[in-house]
């Protein structure tokens, strides 16, 4: 055997090798893409001005679908849930009542357990209570959600949304991609 024919056989197997290496990591980043995008982390768009000034339409966000799986839903947690009415409509919302709280809304201002809230995300005095001019008295599993815009949102207020439950989170929108000049983490 010439000594040409010997390297010749190594440099087909080293090839093959290669591209058996190459097809694997490949399926390997398919996997990862799959799992991320079902069970880690969605990209969402704004839709609206129902959370100016914090988010504007158009605004693209990540939400992670993750971490709700480990701990509860926050005061102040920004978070995606579908509509209910409308296949494929998504809201984007703020948390202000949690599991076994009292809402009221009184004259605009937003009393949780008979106290009143500080609130630095609404960006003007409510003046549609909705559902909440009334004491809302949560769930074990309920939430009171609120666009930051107040006055130009449909929320926890209005009986087409009402309370949401925990099993309706999508999970937390964490961070802004675009604009790029905004990017960010919420």
Request: overall charge negative.
């Amino acid at each position: 055997m010439k000594k040409g024919e010997k390297k010749t056989g190594k440099k087909k197997k080293s090839i093959f090798r290669e591209a058996l290496c190459w097809i694997f990591y490949f399926f390997l980043i398919c996997c990862a893409a799959y799992l991320v995008v079902n069970y880690v982390a969605e990209r969402t768009e704004v839709r609206g001005e129902s959370m100016y000034p914090a988010l504007n339409d158009g605004d693209q966000l990540i939400v992670d679908m993750f971490s709700y799986r480990f701990t509860s839903p926050k005061r102040f947690d920004i978070v995606v849930f579908p509509f209910q009415y409308q296949e494929d409509t998504y809201y984007i919302k703020r948390i202000i009542g949690l599991p076994g709280e009292t809402v009221q809304i009184v004259d605009g201002v937003i009393y949780i357990n008979g106290e009143i809230l500080e609130d630095p995300y609404g960006n003007q005095e409510i003046r549609n209570p909705g559902l909440a001019s009334a004491e809302i008295t949560l769930g074990e599993q309920e939430y009171f959600v609120l666009g930051d815009n107040r006055n130009n949102s449909t929320d926890s207020r209005q009986p087409s949304v009402g309370n949401i439950t925990r099993e309706q989170i999508l999970g937390k929108a964490v961070l802004r991609i675009w604009p790029l000049e905004l990017f960010g983490l919420l």
